[in-house]
């Protein structure tokens, strides 16, 4: 063996090959803790954006939905990132925890981490992860009613775009759909045949 965080193992033909050897499965619960909380934190903040989107909606205010999508977008995505992050933590800890060979390569859930780790850090895990997820369905739910809302008003939006356009019709034409389209101009030509 040598020193650092690796050790030597002999390969099937020949020099001794390098891996890395697990982590420490209580610094790595620890870190896993910390990203927990934090993805909590930008899911409280998402739900915050979603309250705030929602009275954008109801005001009609573009302006504010337009920032709100921003903040949206910009929060999922670091989100993303941190729960790439929590993957990582916990295939680390089943590597430290059943032995590198035993968890190679496998996704763990922390249901099923909980159980092989170490107190204190277990109940603390497993409260932070039954806060993500209680958090995690309550932004599900208002975006679904987001989605809905939002939908209800494009359609809305649309159904007034049409009638609009076929009133300003004065050739009462339809397009292909059977309906006057907006955006489609109609022309009346106009030739004075005496001159």
């Given at each position: 063996?040598?020193?650092?965080?690796?050790?030597?193992?002999?390969?099937?033909?020949?020099?001794?090959?390098?891996?890395?050897?697990?982590?420490?499965?209580?610094?790595?619960?620890?870190?896993?803790?910390?990203?927990?909380?934090?993805?909590?934190?930008?899911?409280?903040?998402?739900?915050?954006?979603?309250?705030?989107?929602?009275?954008?909606?109801?005001?009609?205010?573009?302006?504010?939905?337009?920032?709100?999508?921003?903040?949206?977008?910009?929060?999922a995505e670091a989100a993303s990132r941190l729960d790439s992050r929590r993957s990582r933590l916990a295939r680390a800890l089943l590597d430290g925890l059943v032995g590198a060979s035993a968890g190679a390569g496998r996704d763990a859930t922390l249901a099923q981490l909980a159980p092989l780790i170490p107190e204190p850090v277990r109940s603390?895990?497993?409260?932070?992860?039954?806060?993500?997820?209680?958090?995690?369905?309550?932004?599900?739910?208002?975006?679904?009613?987001?989605h809905a809302a939002t939908q209800s008003l494009a359609a809305h939006a649309e159904g007034l775009v049409r009638q609009v356009a076929a009133s300003l019709s004065h050739a009462r034409t339809y397009g292909r759909g059977g309906a006057c389209q907006a955006g489609v101009t109609h022309f009346l030509n106009v030739l004075d045949v005496r001159t």
């Open positions: 063996m040598t020193g650092g965080n690796r050790s030597q193992v002999r390969g099937p033909a020949g020099p001794p090959q390098s891996h890395p050897r697990p982590a420490d499965p209580a610094a790595t619960a620890q870190e896993l803790l910390a990203v927990l909380v934090e993805i909590k934190g930008l899911h409280d903040q998402l739900l915050a954006v979603a309250e705030e989107h929602r009275a954008a909606l109801r005001a009609a205010d573009g302006a504010s939905v337009e920032r709100c999508v921003r903040r949206e977008v910009s929060l603390r895990v497993s409260e932070a992860a039954a806060a993500l997820r209680v958090t995690a369905g309550s932004v599900r739910g208002r975006f679904a009613v987001l």
